[in-house]
Protein backbone atom coordinates (compact mmCIF):
# COMPACT_ATOMS: atom_id res chain seq x y z
CA UNK A 1 0.00 0.00 0.00
CA UNK A 2 1.36 3.29 -1.43
CA UNK A 3 0.59 6.37 1.14
CA UNK A 4 1.08 9.74 0.15
CA UNK A 5 1.32 12.43 3.52
CA UNK A 6 0.87 16.17 2.53
CA UNK A 7 2.21 19.25 4.79
CA UNK A 8 2.53 23.05 4.41
CA UNK A 9 -0.32 25.11 2.90
CA UNK A 10 -2.39 27.50 4.83
CA UNK A 11 -3.76 31.28 3.84
CA UNK A 12 -1.73 33.91 2.48
CA UNK A 13 -2.65 37.52 0.74
CA UNK A 14 -2.89 37.56 -3.10
CA UNK A 15 0.56 38.47 -4.08
CA UNK A 16 2.21 36.17 -1.54
CA UNK A 17 3.81 32.35 -1.70
CA UNK A 18 2.93 29.22 -0.46
CA UNK A 19 5.14 25.92 -0.55
CA UNK A 20 3.32 22.39 0.27
CA UNK A 21 4.95 19.31 -0.15
CA UNK A 22 3.69 15.61 -0.75
CA UNK A 23 5.92 12.43 0.90
CA UNK A 24 5.46 9.35 -1.54
CA UNK A 25 6.87 6.17 -0.80
CA UNK A 26 6.71 4.57 -4.13
CA UNK A 27 9.43 1.84 -5.30
CA UNK A 28 9.64 2.73 -8.54
CA UNK A 29 12.53 3.99 -11.12
CA UNK A 30 9.52 5.25 -13.62
CA UNK A 31 6.88 7.68 -12.14
CA UNK A 32 4.26 10.32 -12.72
CA UNK A 33 3.12 12.34 -10.01
CA UNK A 34 1.63 15.80 -10.01
CA UNK A 35 -0.81 18.14 -7.91
CA UNK A 36 -4.45 18.86 -8.48
CA UNK A 37 -6.94 21.44 -7.24
CA UNK A 38 -10.54 21.38 -6.22
CA UNK A 39 -13.06 23.62 -5.09
CA UNK A 40 -16.34 22.76 -4.11
CA UNK A 41 -19.22 21.62 -6.98
CA UNK A 42 -15.84 21.59 -9.53
CA UNK A 43 -14.10 18.79 -11.22
CA UNK A 44 -10.71 18.56 -9.91
CA UNK A 45 -7.86 19.96 -12.03
CA UNK A 46 -4.83 19.26 -13.03
CA UNK A 47 -1.87 21.69 -12.23
CA UNK A 48 1.04 20.71 -12.72
CA UNK A 49 2.32 17.16 -13.03
CA UNK A 50 6.36 15.90 -13.26
CA UNK A 51 7.48 12.50 -14.96
CA UNK A 52 10.34 10.26 -14.18
CA UNK A 53 13.01 12.39 -16.55
CA UNK A 54 11.90 15.38 -15.19
CA UNK A 55 9.44 16.52 -17.90
CA UNK A 56 7.19 19.08 -16.20
CA UNK A 57 3.59 20.29 -17.44
CA UNK A 58 2.00 23.35 -15.96
CA UNK A 59 -1.72 24.28 -15.83
CA UNK A 60 -1.99 27.86 -18.30
CA UNK A 61 -2.76 29.66 -15.52
CA UNK A 62 -0.11 28.79 -12.83
CA UNK A 63 2.87 28.57 -15.91
CA UNK A 64 5.35 31.37 -14.18
CA UNK A 65 3.67 30.81 -10.84
CA UNK A 66 4.25 27.93 -9.64
CA UNK A 67 7.47 25.00 -9.69
CA UNK A 68 6.74 21.56 -9.35
CA UNK A 69 10.38 19.67 -8.31
CA UNK A 70 10.90 16.05 -6.78
CA UNK A 71 13.80 15.51 -4.32
CA UNK A 72 15.55 12.53 -5.89
CA UNK A 73 16.88 11.68 -2.49
CA UNK A 74 14.15 11.63 -0.51
CA UNK A 75 10.80 10.76 -1.56
CA UNK A 76 9.55 14.48 -1.51
CA UNK A 77 7.10 16.09 -4.21
CA UNK A 78 6.89 19.98 -3.68
CA UNK A 79 4.98 22.68 -5.42
CA UNK A 80 6.03 25.87 -4.62
CA UNK A 81 3.49 28.44 -5.35
CA UNK A 82 4.21 31.95 -5.96
CA UNK A 83 2.38 35.54 -6.75
CA UNK A 84 -0.65 33.78 -5.57
CA UNK A 85 -4.40 34.64 -6.50
CA UNK A 86 -7.67 34.52 -5.22
CA UNK A 87 -8.51 31.97 -7.88
CA UNK A 88 -5.95 29.64 -6.56
CA UNK A 89 -7.81 29.33 -3.58
CA UNK A 90 -9.07 25.56 -3.51
CA UNK A 91 -7.89 21.89 -1.75
CA UNK A 92 -4.43 20.75 -3.45
CA UNK A 93 -3.98 17.09 -3.93
CA UNK A 94 -0.76 15.40 -5.09
CA UNK A 95 -1.20 12.50 -6.41
CA UNK A 96 1.17 10.01 -8.06
CA UNK A 97 1.17 6.46 -10.25
CA UNK A 98 4.25 3.76 -10.12
CA UNK A 99 5.49 3.73 -14.29
CA UNK A 100 4.98 5.79 -17.00
CA UNK A 101 2.38 8.47 -17.13
CA UNK A 102 -0.33 6.47 -19.33
CA UNK A 103 -0.50 9.26 -21.11
CA UNK A 104 1.47 12.34 -23.25
CA UNK A 105 2.51 14.46 -20.66
CA UNK A 106 0.47 17.38 -22.53
CA UNK A 107 -2.75 15.33 -21.75
CA UNK A 108 -1.59 13.77 -18.09
CA UNK A 109 -3.23 17.53 -16.37
CA UNK A 110 -6.27 16.33 -17.70
CA UNK A 111 -6.97 12.80 -16.97
CA UNK A 112 -6.79 12.57 -12.87
CA UNK A 113 -7.83 9.13 -12.96
CA UNK A 114 -4.92 7.55 -14.31
CA UNK A 115 -3.65 8.22 -11.00
CA UNK A 116 -3.73 5.78 -8.78
CA UNK A 117 -2.30 7.08 -4.92
CA UNK A 118 -3.84 10.47 -3.85
CA UNK A 119 -2.98 12.75 -0.63
CA UNK A 120 -5.10 13.80 1.68
CA UNK A 121 -5.19 17.32 0.35
CA UNK A 122 -4.09 20.49 1.60
CA UNK A 123 -6.36 23.57 1.86
CA UNK A 124 -5.02 26.84 0.15
CA UNK A 125 -6.73 30.01 0.77
CA UNK A 126 -5.60 33.58 -0.85
CA UNK A 127 -7.30 36.47 0.18
CA UNK A 128 -7.40 39.28 -1.88
Known amino acids: QVELMQSGGGSVQAGGSLNISCVIRLNSSEFCMGWFRQVPGKEREGVAVIRSDGATRYVESVKGRFTISKDKAINNLYLQMHNLKPEDTALYYC???????????????????????WGQGTQITVSS
Open 95 to 117: AARGGRCVAHIDLVLNRPWTFDY
